[in-house]
């Protein structure tokens, strides 16, 4: 039993996908969040960049004292992951491992679709995971890097055109190679799950960063006997970099529910 919060952060607000997840199946869990609202969007900037803004995001969160960690960021994730983990002396999760042993479980015709952020596909992450599954599963990627941008401007539902063309654009070529599946590999794209199921249709099962890696965050808690004790209502706080003012709105559709919390303001550059 703990009773220590656990932490979660992302570039923006996207890492609230994989909140959404881990309120419903871990209520009884204290949480904090970051959001580094500053300087979302990650996804276009380099690894030592991407290092750095990853060392602040989490040496903000180890300041409140938690005990285990979700990156609930996908371009964190397969860039940084492996020297967060090497530097802090608690338990780290990241997105990746868990999301591609479900994309490995469900693929019939083992030809796996990511998209994910540039760094994420640059990285490589992905695919190697999944080759360490399965080595003769074909990974077809398409960077998106339109994808975030447009989400954190609210411009993510069915019928607006602009996203639509877009999607359109980067999915038409993976549906052409024939993937039966789809890697949602950046926490801010379960927002266009429909508008993807749309176009995909019924034949390519998607698989979420955001659900996965929740999913995964929990067996950890449950490994390490990191566990609140149940019938307790956990709390939730949260941090961005940026202005907060528009926090609650924002986050609100991000969480699909009706959020009453205030965003604490963080001076990321002083961690
Ligand atoms: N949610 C982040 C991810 O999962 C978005 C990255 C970005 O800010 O570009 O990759």
New binding site residues.
């Given amino acids: 039993m703990d009773m220590r919060p656990i932490g979660v952060f ?3 607000l ?2 609230l996908t994989a909140v959404q997840v881990l309120r419903r199946i871990l209520p009884e869990e204290s949480l904090v969040y970051f959001g580094d609202t500053a300087r ?5 900037r380099s690894r030592e960049t991407l290092l750095k803004y990853a060392r602040q995001d989490l040496a903000f969160l180890r300041s409140q004292d938690l005990k285990a960690v979700l990156i ?7 860039t940084s992951l492996g020297a967060l983990q090497a530097e802090n002396d608690l338990p780290i999760v990241g ?1 990746v491992e868990p999301t591609c042993q479900r994309a490995a479980e469900v693929t019939r015709n083992r030809r796996v679709g990511l998209i ?2 540039l ?2 596909v640059r990285s490589g992450a992905y695919e190697a995971a999944l080759h360490r599954l399965d080595p003769a599963v074909e990974v077809l990627c398409k960077p998106c ?1 339109l994808f ?1 941008p447009l989400v954190e401007n609210g411009r993510f539902r069915r019928g607006d055109v602009v996203i639509e063309t877009v999607a359109r654009e980067y999915l038409t070529p993976l549906l052409a190679q024939g993937i039966d599946t789809l890697i949602l ?5 379960p927002l266009l799950e429909e508008l993807i199921a749309d176009i995909c249709g019924p034949g390519v099962t998607l698989v979420s ?1 955001s659900e996965e890696s929740a999913f995964a965050f929990k067996r950890l808690l449950n490994a390490q006997g990191l566990r609140a004790p149940e019938g307790r209502q956990g709390d939730a706080s949260f941090f961005v970099s940026d202005q907060a003012e528009d926090f609650k709105r924002i986050a609100s559709i991000f969480l699909q529910e009706d959020l009453q919390h205030v965003a604490g303001r963080v001076d990321i550059d002083g961690y």
Avoid: K, Q, R
Avoid at 40 to 44: A, L, R, S, T
Avoid at 72 to 78: D, E, K, L
């Fill in positions: 992302d570039s923006g996207g890492g979302v969007p990650y996804g276009g609930a960021c996908g371009t964190v994730s397969t997105v994910a952020t760094a994420s890097p975030v590999g950046c926490t801010h794209y960063a």
